[in-house]
């Protein structure tokens, strides 16, 4: 099998504030997996809060390709890669999951069929997506919730976590009053202690806030189920369910868990997450970070499986190189074609086709890379 890589900048069409951090741009790296003429795609973003320059990517990237290189076929190394000796132990989990996601994309073209099909689903899954809005004036978040609603999205996710925790809930009630038959997710990024949680969560309540995800700083998860254990509203955990063994410790224990295939590593970490959530009383989430459609395309195609859906990463983008899944009308739809049943945009080169790095390192480009965890 052949390998290769690209480093493309994705703007965002406006910054986008969280509780951490404000971010305007990032940097992808596409990997691309060609055998016998057909071509596999999987992307994987930069992050600041998971120590992921572009650098660093594009060095693991192709330490991934070597190894990728040394098998027989697509579907040998997807077999390789669910037993975990593919790609190389330590390897960051957005790697893998940008691995997963090219060969899986290829297996289902060398197949004929779409990713879904090929993890056992026989219609294509579509969601309603939550669609974030930042941390903003209350007037520009209550014109962005109407104009939202007005295009056919439902769901409205409102990060929280100003410095006043007033101006946050001035900012809910904008949105429920601009946004009324709207269901609110609010997400503070772990900008809360437990005692401004405890003070915060009955009034969020009484707004209609309908989950909140990630309430405490990350790194105490014995706080977080304590905190869902007397909390008026669902709890979801996001940061501090990083892996299967995070999970592991946190079913049943809070009401949701945020799953996000960067931070879990692919497709087959989240099925095997599902698995271990059922039955617990904890419900499935499926977030993403800001992507193109390339990174959020492997999602779409679990959609079916969550309670809640995150998937508007590649929403947010100034220009999004890639298409398929759909998403500007509220709604998601994994692609019908064979594989990811994604396409380059107009205009944009297929990968593979285009000059690509040497893989030794991506190149950043100059601008910032700033982290917003969605």
Known sequence: MKVSQRTVRLELAEPLRISRSTMAARDAL??????????GHGEAVTSA??????????????????????CATPESALDALRAGDLPAPGTPAAVTAAVESALLDLAGKRAGRPVHRLLGAPEAPSAATART????????????????????????????????????????????????HARLLLDPNGAWTPA?????????????????????????????????????????????????DDVRRLAGRVHGINVKLAKCGGVTAALRIADLLAGT????????????????APAVHLADR??????????????????????????????????????????????????????????????????AAR
């Open 30 to 39: 596409w990997l691309t997996i060609e055998h016998r003429g057909r071509r």
């Open 49 to 70: 809060y998971y120590g992921l320059d572009a650098a660093t990517l594009g060095r693991l990237l192709h330490r991934a390709g070597r190894e990728l290189a040394r």
């Open 133 to 180: 809005i930042g941390i903003t004036s209350c007037r520009a978040a209550a014109e962005q919730a109407a104009r939202l609603t007005r295009r056919g999205f439902s769901v409205l996710k409102l990060k929280a976590g100003a410095p006043d925790p007033e101006d946050d809930l001035d900012r809910v009630l904008a949105v429920r009053d601009a946004a009324p």
């Open 196 to 244: 401004l949680a405890d003070a915060l969560l009955p009034r969020y309540a009484g707004l209609g806030i309908e989950a909140v995800e990630q309430p405490l700083a990350p790194g105490d998860p014995e706080a977080l189920a304590a905190l869902a254990a007397r909390s008026p509203l669902p709890v979801i955990a996001d940061e501090d369910a990083a892996d299967l």
């Open 281 to 296: 009383g904890t419900d499935l989430m499926l977030g993403c970070l800001t992507a193109s459609t390339l990174g959020l």
């Open 306 to 371: 969550a309670r809640w859906t995150d998937l508007d990463g590649h929403l947010l983008l100034a220009h999004d190189p890639w298409t398929g899944i759909s998403g500007t009308d509220g709604t998601v739809r994994a692609g019908r074609e064979p594989g990811l049943g994604i396409r380059p945009a107009d205009g944009a080169p297929p990968p593979g086709e285009a000059p690509a790095d040497d893989g030794t390192a991506g190149r950043p480009a100059p601008a910032r890379d700033e982290e």
